[in-house]
């Protein structure tokens, strides 16, 4: 018998079967090679403990496939990462009430966060999923720069280092009926981009916070497409693209509640309209969205 595929073996089975401290492809190849072998002798394999391994918490974050990227439910509903233009003046907002749709509430202290920081963070959070949380994780500005959609310049490494460096700098609070308790956190506790002379490093380094394993649970987070994303035009377009992809059937939305929810200032509604249409005929183009329309200052939405 030959060795089975690790593509082959679903995220559940990876996980539920994945040792502490181990990376996802390490885990997939090591339960593969062990099938194989019990496949040969014909010896199901041992689970190592299996008492241990039903009482045992989440020690991670959950595992989606490289072309996916996934962030909590609250996060994507709400107005932390605001749909605002990212040239406009960011103000600093001190224990303030984030706007957010449904159940939860988030209060936040740092600089004010747009589209283009939760691209950075989504991104982070990626590279995290295979860490043990509270682990470093090292990456190179290059390679990261190029995976979100940015070129490998000095600008953008600056751009880089200024998300990285606000997201730092933050102390987030969530509450929701799901967490036992409120969650109190900084979304990056740790950033080395720098050597003791002031130099730059070719390899930077992220430490995400423990809690925030809790913060995506076993299923309370959203997965979407991360080309998709790319591909959008970063403000309402992307924020549109999170919120909508945390509903697998989206119920019709409120122009209004949008507003809210992207952290928009326009009071006009007609120019709200606009821009929320031409958000979505985006989401359309890039293959999200089968179609959409507003009605009665109603946002209609169905899925791919």
């Known amino acids: 018998m030959t060795q089975r595929d690790p593509s082959a073996l679903t995220p559940e089975e990876i996980q539920k079967e994945a040792l502490p401290g181990e990376s996802w492809e390490a885990a997939a190849r090591r339960i593969a090679r062990k099938?194989?072998?019990?496949?040969?002798?014909?010896?199901?394999?041992?689970?190592?403990?299996?008492?241990?391994?039903?009482?045992?918490?989440?020690?991670?974050?959950?595992?989606?496939?490289?072309?996916?990227?996934?962030a909590p439910n609250e996060i994507v509903r709400s107005a932390l990462?605001?749909?605002?233009n990212r040239k406009q003046k960011r103000g600093y907002l001190a224990n303030v009430d984030v706007y957010v749709i449904g159940d939860g509430s988030i209060t936040y202290t740092g600089e004010e966060l747009r589209q283009d920081d939760e691209t950075v963070w989504l991104h982070l959070i990626h590279l995290a999923r295979n860490t043990p949380p509270g682990e470093l994780v090292e990456f190179g500005p290059h390679a990261f720069c190029k995976a979100v959609g940015w070129d490998a310049s000095g600008k953008s490494y600056q751009r880089l280092r200024d998300c990285i460096t606000r997201l730092q700098a933050t102390a987030l609070g969530v509450y929701s009926k799901?967490?036992?308790?409120?969650?109190?956190?900084?979304?990056?506790?740790?950033?080395?981009?720098?050597?003791?002379?002031?130099?730059?490093?070719?390899?930077?380094?992220?430490?995400?916070?423990?809690?925030?394993?809790?913060?995506?649970?076993?299923?309370h987070y959203t997965q979407f497409e991360w080309e998709q994303r790319l591909a959008l035009p970063s403000g309402l377009a992307s924020w549109l693209h999170g919120y909508f992809a945390s509903h697998r059937e989206p119920f019709p939305v409120k122009l209004e509640t949008i507003r809210e929810g992207a952290g928009l200032t326009m009071e006009r509604l007609d120019h709200l309209r606009e821009k929320v249409a031409a958000a979505l005929e985006a989401l359309r183009t890039v293959g999200f969205l089968v179609s959409w329309r507003v009605?009665?200052?109603?946002?209609?939405?169905?899925?791919?």
């Open 81 to 84: 990462f605001n749909a605002r």
């Open 35 to 70: 099938r194989a072998e019990a496949g040969k002798s014909g010896t199901p394999p041992k689970p190592q403990n299996p008492t241990s391994a039903k009482a045992a918490p989440i020690i991670r974050l959950p595992f989606w496939p490289e072309s996916q990227r996934g």
């Open 178 to 219: 799901r967490l036992k308790e409120g969650l109190s956190l900084s979304m990056i506790p740790f950033f080395r981009w720098k050597n003791a002379e002031g130099h730059a490093l070719k390899t930077y380094q992220v430490r995400i916070a423990p809690e925030m394993v809790e913060f995506f649970g076993e299923v």
């Open 295 to 304: 009605e009665k200052d109603l946002v209609y939405v169905v899925r791919a």
